[in-house]
């Protein structure tokens, strides 16, 4: 290759490769503020463990985000935390479920059942979630315009490299963990 | 322990339906349990009962029958243990689960070319020529557990597989391992006022559907294709299950 052919092909390129990586997944991804402020850590230190509040119920069913009713259980009054207040004022006297938006919601095809994981293979809830329970802020949650799913789906990084073994929820880290325990079954097991 | 070995240790069914026929009226509920239980949307006005999506469908069979009474067929998905539209298909939409044998089909890989419907010999696929549309507020009514499918997919029975995964949740969250037979009842079958249809594990040999299996006056439709369909036919009269075990019966 000629050197200003180089020169061009490099020059188209290096543009394309920084809008590809650098430009496209802000543009793809809007960002959405959860509703209320919420520390794990402080409730964590106070001794509580995630199903505490993450609850699986008896059926099997996740309950996923906790219920104004569990919340208003320890914050029924008003105190000098602003965060509490706002739970209170919005959501615990007006009787109203918080519209939590969660960074973790699979597409409406996969099905997830914490049951089978977290209470009969005891998974830790941080191998799918990370340190989750030690943030001191929930995270604003990052949604796909095209496909409307959280960015945990994918995981934080677009190329996937150097990433922590509990980012990303896809189809393949899903597999990845299921053949490593040799649990491979069939494809309805997991998708409706 | 390579990986097979630890699957293998898995409890195995294979879970069976038993239609009799002598017990079905035709009314049909099956079928309106099977639609609603699975989120089929309401025919469009132009589809005909080659388009329409249908997982469930009551034959009335006039002509097996020399009396001239009608001898009305439920037909799901027969759950092939040799199932030729798994060999078909080029996407690996469909699959044989030899955990519990059912068929499952994944409408999201399927890419609509229709293999499987022409190989499955019982037409029990269903291809969705336009876009699920519900009557206004009838979404409200979906059931959360299973998925819609989108325009140009094919679609089939899946034995309400997704009873079955909610009866193993509850199991793992009782902490038990395997399920109760009573979790796991297809919404047909809890549907019929006759109780024309069982349902069961047939690796039971105690089981109900295990002892039908094996009752002289059971057969199968289309028999001598080998196919070993999971969906079992009883009649006591010979004429109808002579015939039904050799030709089937095919739509309209």
Known sequence: ?192 | MTATQQTSTLPTHRYTLVVDLDRCNGCGSCATACAVENNIPPAPERSNVRTGVVWLRVHDVATVDPSGRSTFVPIPCQQCDEPPCVDVCPQRAVEYDPRTGIVGQIPVRCLGCRYCMVACPYHTRSFNWWSPEWPEGMKASLNPDVSIRQRGVVEKCNFCVQRLQAARAKTSAAGKTDIDPADYVPACVEACPSRALSFGDANDADGEVAKLAKDPESFRLLAALGTSPKVLYRSSDPVVRERLSRTGVTRG
């Open chain 1, 1 to 192: 290759m000629k050197l200003p052919a180089l020169v061009s092909f490099t020059a188209g390129l290096v543009p394309a490769l920084a809008a590809g990586w650098l430009l496209f997944p802000r543009l793809i991804y809007k960002t959405e503020a959860q509703p209320l402020p919420f520390n794990h850590k402080v409730h964590a230190e106070q001794g509580m463990a995630c199903g505490d509040c993450h609850a699986v119920a008896e059926d099997g069913r996740f309950a996923g985000m906790p219920t104004t009713e569990s919340c208003a259980g320890c914050h029924a009054e008003k105190g000098e935390n602003p965060a509490v207040n706002a739970l209170v004022e919005r959501y615990v006297e007006p009787g109203v479920e918080i519209p939590w938006l969660s960074n973790a919601r699979q597409p409406d095809n996969a099905y997830f059942p914490h049951a089978a994981h977290v209470t009969g293979e005891k998974v830790a809830c941080a191998r799918c979630h990370g340190p989750h329970g030690e943030s001191t802020a929930v995270r604003p949650v990052q949604v796909n315009r095209l496909s409307g799913y959280p960015r945990d789906i994918w995981g934080p990084s677009i190329s996937r490299l150097r990433r922590e073994e509990w980012q990303g929820m896809k189809m393949s880290d899903c597999i990845a963990c299921h053949r490593a325990g040799g649990r491979e079954s069939a494809c309805i097991d997991c998708h409706k």
